[in-house]
């Protein structure tokens, strides 16, 4: 088994899941009650036409445009610029009655409901891979973290329960009973702000592993973190220093990639994974490919030597 202290983070939809579950979501807080459907619905479309009105006129103003966005620098300013315009939307859905009476337990079943149903389905390979990289014996939460912008954190819990991937903590917003959105509560109990662009993700990622080595008890170093994503706010994850990171995308053109490749970064197929410290970035259809991977495979000798070493354990 490769060892089991590398932290893993991931994102949620569409890496985890096979698409975006906003709209799964959303559809079962319209629909959960049928006397209110109507109104909600109307709230709803207001909120995504607004939001793509403002998406729109800022891809107009914007500059550098796309095409003329050729360093990673550049990349990431217009990901961070996006910050208000998310914000404001998040606002609207809080200031509707969409998500006004849902409670934790409804979220989290109606999670698992989804994957249930179909209506939800993992990323192929992903509960074995999660199973077979994961220690028994490790604590809930130290090396496998979700962060993802999604409305809801307990939904994502649900979801993740339904997939036999108990083990992962979830870093995201919260849709409270009273309708608004606020950001999650982190591993140490504090008020987190919302995680809507690629900058809070990367701030709650970095948290995650100040929180995993700060638990950690083993003398030995722990391997390099991973980060798993399919999209655009998660390219300063994928870029950190010191993270290994994977892009998850069913096509070698999907549209992460064409990001990356327009400002010169070429992700590397996760087969050709290499210990180095030089920074990587690889790429990756599903987690059958990761697992079966040198990142994974090339680890098992090292993970037997840890375990047959004589470990002083931290007071």
């Given at each position: ?14 890496t ?5 579950t ?28 607004a ?31 996006l ?68 409305f ?53 990622m ?51 990639m064409?990001t ?42 090292e ?11 931290a007071?």
């Open positions: 088994m490769p060892d089991p202290r590398r932290p893993w983070i991931l994102d949620f939809d569409g985890i899941t096979t698409k975006d906003i709209s799964t979501l959303t559809r079962f807080a319209i629909s959960r009650d049928e006397s209110e459907r109507d109104e909600r619905q109307k709230a709803w479309e207001i909120i995504v036409k939001y793509a009105a403002d998406l729109n006129r800022h891809e107009k103003k914007y500059v550098p445009a796309k095409e003329e966005r050729e360093t990673l620098q550049e990349e990431i300013d217009y990901y961070r610029d910050q208000r315009i998310e914000e404001k939307s998040f606002e609207r859905i809080s200031k509707s009655a969409i998500f006004r009476g849902i409670e934790k337990d409804q979220w989290m079943e109606w999670g698992q409901k989804a994957v249930q149903g179909g209506i939800v389905k993992g990323r192929k390979g992903i509960h074995e891979f999660v199973k077979g990289m994961t220690d028994d014996n490790s604590p809930q939460c130290l090396y496998w973290g979700v962060v993802s912008v999604n809801s954190k307990y939904f994502i819990g649900g979801v993740l329960t339904a997939l036999g991937l108990r083990k992962m903590c979830a870093l995201a917003n919260i849709a409270h009973s009273n309708g608004r959105l606020t950001g999650s509560i982190d591993l140490n109990g504090e008020q987190e702000p919302l995680i809507v662009t690629s900058e809070h993700k990367l701030t709650a970095r948290k995650f592993l100040e929180y995993s080595r700060k638990h950690e008890r083993m003398a030995l170093p722990a391997p390099m973190p991973v980060y798993i994503g399919d999209s655009g706010p998660d390219i300063e994850c994928l870029m950190e220093d010191g993270i290994i990171g994977i892009v998850m995308s069913e096509k070698e053109d999907g549209n992460l064409q990356l490749k327009r400002v010169n970064i070429h992700p590397k197929p996760i087969k050709e994974f290499r210990e180095t410290d030089e920074k990587m970035v690889y790429w990756a259809r599903d987690f059958t490919e990761i697992a079966a991977s040198p990142l994974v495979t090339e680890t098992r000798a993970a037997c030597f840890a375990r047959e070493v004589d470990v002083q354990i007071p």
